[in-house]
């Protein structure tokens, strides 16, 4: 029998089938001989179990079976401890007589002891069929709806998740007159129907309050044209609902901030008929008003631009503006006005006590504006907290001293140190000087060769392995290195991998031309041709934990507050970890991505951590300052911050890959045409042979570099998440080999941290530069050219942060991918795209910003906004677009401190763009 309805608070699932349970029968003596007055009433709602014969699986005295149908809501049958070990339990009824059925009711303890339930039916009270089953978001209180059955017997039957105590109150059997026949058989499709009973369109949305109460309205076309109205209990409600609850009658209890997708469901003759996809978005006015999130504040001023990722400016002679606080705990206002990183003379901010719940506006003392970057640096004291710190920034422009044909918002001052516009949270564009080797601007060495290696006959592998292996077993030198493992000219044939698993050993051929060292990937195996380091990487140290103790951390920031910074000293390693939690998914959308139009299958975003692997430069009583800024801001109402130590004993250093050419061996008779979701000339699409060149996985402070690949499937570099300070440069990608789909040809691709792509020339790739998802920046990409792009170089999918582009010719997206893959979405946050040229899509994604300066090429807008997905995505903040400056780098600095020349080639060489 077919069950068509499902009642449930979350995730409703119509689990159906018709099946044997041979279990044993444990009735009571001369069970089956007593006869009860069959209720057949013109009631047709009435309890038929009330008062009948009841046994179960097992009893407790006084807690019998018979309680759970006695018509008494506080009485209940409990199974025994012993007869729960098997996770299965169950309740029987003799309803006297056969009888029809297509109701059940009861009500639980607890739910979360339960795997699944079903109500099943039989003739003779030992054969048991199954009317209904459930195994998904089960409730204590529970209405199972079916197709109507006719027997004497009816059985609940549980299956419990986990070994805890079960009681079962009312037990209940109906024949429902509402549901005897609720859906028309001749019913075409169903729908949802506003207040006004029109049709809500596909993806159409209900905003409520947290706690209010909604009764959603199904109605449902038949074949002839009629509308009918569907009672809630007519169909299933799918939802997978964390922000709120559905009742088996179709009402919705908002119960926190989010959205959640919902379907009706019903069932006729054994189809499905499902509605479009109907939103519910939950708000919560109050959300961030209690005492853990201290403190609400805004930036008054009636010139200054308030938005995240645009830069806020003043006027020189401006009024200064004022602080507008809420405070959620009694507190005490203070803090400091700095100009240029120093004190700004004669600028005053009075303290100021709080009241819990009081609102008070704080005007900034003192002279107009003077030119300069400003930072408003506030403290709130309360007792039994620590100190939690809060900034705004503007910034004066010096009219004397303009940018000029610079970039507005980074730029070189007159000391030749760069200048970041931030915006009133601090925002502004990463100082990416510290990606690559050694953390940039360090000249990748020469490493003297201790082990020769020339082609022999056949397979290589071992050989070349062996002498690796020799080297590893060096001594270290006072430079970190053990030696390099030389391939002399010739062909080496490869059916493995080669690993590299001691820090300190380079492996190095004599030329990656067709004369010099080739490195032929043999044999039908897909595999990486060389892995370095394992794959322990960072362990973080649990008991050093400390919370970051500013409401707010702007991307870009080198420093924050801890609640306790004692056991931190200059030199350590930490991670920086940054909490997305659910309120963030909800904040940036990823918890409300449309289906794939005519697919389906998008999975909306669950919450997430962003760990950032730095070095501490300096501990100011609690304030921290790192080597490196983070790629990502840091908000309590997200869920906040928190800093470890760690310990990477596991992660090796100073090792590479040069100066060879690679190529794979591969089958020219595997013939494909598709590409992505489309189609294109035929091409060579075999996938059993090599298919990545290099892999970094645990390693620090490694290179790539003077290397041609050819044939690969996958990459010439693959920087994997525990990997970091590595440099890929000077190599070339040619005539790739693979499906052109799905992961494949990625030439150059970065999962790990603080790493550096230069000089690098890739054709026939889908994502010739591109970065994974939820990755940690800055990585950058310089000095790249592409040629026979399939698709664009890009951060792929899921918020990668701090990534650069600089001197890129390339086609790039930098968008909300929205449900494209699994529900990629917004795919990158915080980057800069700089001096590129090709086809660009840069979008501004909520709490973060991109930055698209200096192109030229053709503008792409994003996939969405779109006919299907009309709402409004912002663009990133462009500027410059149509000109270039072919001028040569220039030195770059970042926080007033000068960097060696080389490290401009890490940071977007400002002179190269011209602006109108």
Known sequence: MKAFSVKSKKLLVVLTAALVLPQPLLMPPGARAQEQRAVQTAMAAADQAADRTAWASSEVSGR??????????????????????????????????NTPVNKAVFSLNRADNLASYAIQYSSDGATWSTAYSRNQSLSKDESAFFEEVTARYFRLNLTLGKNLNVNVFEFQLTKDVNSENPVPSDLKRIYFANDDGQEVPLNGELTLQKNAVKTLNVKGVTSSGSIVSLPGTAVSWISAAKSIEISSAGAVKALKTGASMVNAEATVNGRKIKSPDFWIVVEDPAEFKGEAFIAGTSLSHPTLRTEIGQPAILKAGDALPAI????????????????????????????????????????????????????????????????????????????????????????????????????FKGNRILDFSGSGYKGGGVPIPNVQAKAVVSPGAGDDTRRIQDAIDSVSQMPLGPDGFRGAVLLTKGQFEVSGTLKITAGGVVLRG???????????????????????????????????????????????????????????????????RRIGNDRFIHEIGM????????????????????????????????????????ANSIDLKWGGGELYKYSDAGRIEQVGVENMRVDSEFDKSVIDTVMDNEKTD?????????????????????????VTTTHLSYSTALVSRQAKWITVQDTTTLDMVSIITGGRRYAIHFQGQQSLAQRNHVETSRHAFVVDSRVQGPNVFLDGTTD??????????????????????????????????????????????????????????????????????????GLVPSTYDP??????????????????PVQAAASGEKRPACAAKYFPASARVRFA
């Not at 809501?73 to 996770?87: F, L």
């Not at 035929?682 to 003077?706: I, M, Q, T």
């Not at 929205?818 to 501004?844: C, D, I, K, M, P």
């Open 64 to 97: 019998e079976a018979s309680k759970a149908i006695d018509g008494d809501a506080a009485t209940y049958w409990q199974p025994s401890s012993a007869d729960r070990e098997d996770m299965n339990v169950w309740l029987a009824v003799d309803l006297g007589q």
């Open 324 to 423: 507008a606080v809420r405070a959620n705990t009694a507190l005490t206002l203070s803090g400091e006005v700095r100009r240029n990183g120093n004190p700004a003379p004669g600028i005053t901010l009075p303290v100021t006590a709080f009241d819990k719940g009081q609102r008070k506006t704080v005007q900034l003392a003192g002279p107009s504006t003077a030119p300069g970057l400003y930072e408003i640096r506030l403290t709130f004291s309360s007792p039994g907290r620590p100190d939690y710190h809060d900034t705004f920034s503007f910034t004066v422009p010096d009219k004397a001293k303009a940018a000029g044909t610079q970039s507005s918002i980074a730029y070189l001052n007159e000391d030749d140190r760069m200048t970041y516009v931030p915006d």
């Open 510 to 576: 004599e030329g990656q031309d067709a004369g010099g060292t080739v490195i032929l990937g043999t044999g039908t195996t897909a595999r990486n041709l060389v892995e370095i380091g394992g794959t322990s990487g960072v362990v973080t140290d649990s008991a050093s934990k400390t919370a970051i103790t500013d409401l707010y951390v702007p991307s870009g920031a080198s420093s924050f507050h801890v609640a306790d910074a004692s056991a931190y000293k200059a030199g350590d390693k930490v991670i920086v």
């Open 591 to 630: 918890d409300h991505i449309y289906m794939r139009p005519g697919q389906g299958g998008t999975q909306q975003w669950g919450a997430f951590n962003l760990d950032f692997d730095r070095t501490i430069l300096k501990v100011e009583g609690s304030r921290i300052t790192l080597d490196v800024p983070l």
């Open 682 to 706: 035929p091409y060579y699409a075999d996938e059993k042979h090599a298919e990545r060149f290099v892999v970094f996985n645990s390693v620090k402070n490694g290179w790539l570099r003077e």
């Open 788 to 861: 026979k792009n399939f698709n664009t170089s890009e951060p792929h999918h899921k918020w990668s942060v701090g990534g650069l582009y600089d001197n890129i010719q390339a086609p790039i997206s930098i968008r909300d991918r929205a449900w494209l893959g699994s529900g990629h979405g917004w795919a990158g946050a915080n980057y800069v795209t700089w001096n590129t040229e090709g086809a660009l899509t840069s979008q501004q994604p909520p709490t973060a910003q991109n930055y698209a300066i200096g192109h030229v090429g053709t503008v792409v807008p």
């Open 871 to 888: 709402r409004p995505r912002s663009e990133a903040f462009w500027e410059s677009t149509g000109a270039l400056d072919a001028g040569q």
